[in-house]
C-alpha cells in the first residue's frame, strides 16, 4: 500500500514562494512518475506539474511555467514543489500523486495516470 503525506502548505501573501512536500512510502518510489494537482473550491481539480520516473522530464501546467518547480529525491523518497511568485488564485488544495505504471510516464497531465494520491495541503495566497 502507498502512502503519499503532503507538507508545506500554508499562509503567503502574493508574490511570497512557498516548497510543498510529499514524502512517498510503499511501492518502489524511483520507479514511479509523481504529480502534482490542486483543487480550489467549487472547481475541478487540475494538473499543476509532473516529473517523470527518472526525473529527466518535467510538465507543468501553462499557469505556472516560469513559476513553479517541481523535482524528486528518491534517495528521500520526496518529491517537491517550488512556488515562487504566488498569485491569489494559486490558492488551493494541493495534492500529490503516484504513477500508476511503473517505469512508465504515460500522459502525465491526466489524473486517471495517478493511482495513489494525498490528503492534499492547504496553499492560500493573500492579495
Request: hydrophobic fraction near 35%; glycine fraction near 12%; proline fraction near 2%.
Amino acid at each position: 500500500q502507498v502512502q503519499l503525506v503532503e507538507s508545506g502548505g500554508g499562509l503567503v501573501q502574493a508574490g511570497g514562494s512557498l516548497r510543498l512536500s510529499c514524502a512517498a512510502s510503499g511501492r518502489s518510489f524511483s520507479m514511479a512518475a509523481m504529480g502534482w494537482f490542486r483543487q480550489a473550491p467549487g472547481k475541478e481539480r487540475e494538473f499543476v506539474a509532473a516529473i517523470s520516473w527518472s526525473g529527466g522530464n518535467t510538465y507543468y501546467a501553462d499557469f505556472v511555467k516560469g513559476r513553479f518547480t517541481i523535482s524528486r529525491d528518491n534517495a528521500k523518497n520526496t518529491v517537491y514543489l517550488q512556488m515562487n511568485s504566488l498569485k491569489p488564485e494559486d490558492t488551493a488544495v494541493y495534492y500529490c500523486a503516484q504513477g500508476r505504471y511503473l517505469r512508465r510516464d504515460y500522459s502525465l497531465t491526466s489524473r486517471d495516470a495517478y493511482d495513489y494520491w494525498g490528503q492534499g495541503t492547504q496553499v492560500t495566497v493573500s492579495s
